[in-house]
T-cell receptor, first 113, second 113 residues
Framework: NAGVTQTPKFRVLKTGQSMTLLCAQD?????MYWYRQDPGMGLRLIHYSVGEGTTAKGEVPDGYNVSRLKKQNFLLGLESAAPSQTSVYFC????????????FGPGTRLTVT | DAKTTQPTSMDCAEGRAANLPCNHS???????VYWYRQIHSQGPQYIIH???NNETNEMASLIITEDRKSSTLILPHATLRDTAVYYCIAPAKGSSNTGKLIFGQGTTLQVKP
């Protein structure tokens, strides 16, 4: 089991460019989440999904879009990157909403210049 | 949403017990308290959770006060590898079917030789 993997690990974008972050899990989990973590801060929820084909907004969804076309994958898109989106992005998954344990990926470090 | 309050930082001597406090006075009667930790730049890792009774697993013990307004995470024999940020987390309102967690800034635990 690879668990939760994230692609890419690092990326540098120029302001206005777009990109997609991929999260994949091989644990057959229903629920998936995207968080961002700014320096010295805790994690903040961007978007989440409670099953294939569903998505919902979290605390800080502006400037991001997501898709969950396959159960095992959760994509996070930045259509027009801004310096304020410089952050570390973590993906997580859990079997069900009332499960107590979320499994996190290793993170993607994104810098927008 | 239930809010948690933790000290910003703590030190602990290697081999001694680390006791990390958390206040969660607004938590509802049926809401669990979760503890995660984040070792330098890695994705957070689940440690333990509890509702009313004290809990113990291979990683830690969780002591919850009878009024449920606070709890303490205990690492019985701290090692240098336990140096991390520890998050005491209460679930977001209505999250029983979404699994949404609210991460604060956590406690930075420094284990010293």
């Amino acid at each position: 089991n690879a668990g939760v993997t994230q692609t890419p690990k690092f990326r540098v974008l120029k302001t206005g460019q777009s990109m997609t972050l991929l999260c994949a899990q091989d644990m057959n989990h229903e629920y998936m989440y995207w968080y961002r973590q700014d320096p010295g801060m805790g994690l903040r929820l961007i978007h989440y999904s409670v099953g294939e084909g569903t998505t919902a907004k979290g605390e800080v969804p502006d400037g991001y879009n997501v898709s969950r076309l396959k159960k095992q994958n959760f994509l996070l898109g930045l259509e027009s990157a801004a310096p304020s989106q410089t952050s570390v992005y973590f993906c997580a998954s859990t079997l069900r909403g009332y499960s107590y344990e979320q499994y996190f990926g290793p993170g993607t470090r994104l810098t927008v210049t | 949403d239930a809010k948690t309050t933790q000290p910003t930082s703590m030190d602990c001597a290697e081999g001694r017990a680390a006791n990390l406090p958390c206040n969660h006075s607004t938590i509802s009667g049926n809401e669990y308290v979760y503890w995660y930790r984040q070792i330098h730049s890695q994705g957070p890792q689940y440690i333990i959770h509890g509702l009313k009774n004290n809990e113990t697993n291979e990683m830690a013990s969780l002591i919850i006060t009878e009024d449920r307004k606070s709890s303490t995470l205990i690492l019985p024999h701290a090692t240098l590898r336990d140096t991390a940020v520890y998050y005491c987390i209460a679930p977001a309102k209505g999250s029983s079917n979404t699994g949404k967690l609210i991460f604060g800034q956590g406690t930075t635990l420094q284990v010293k030789p």
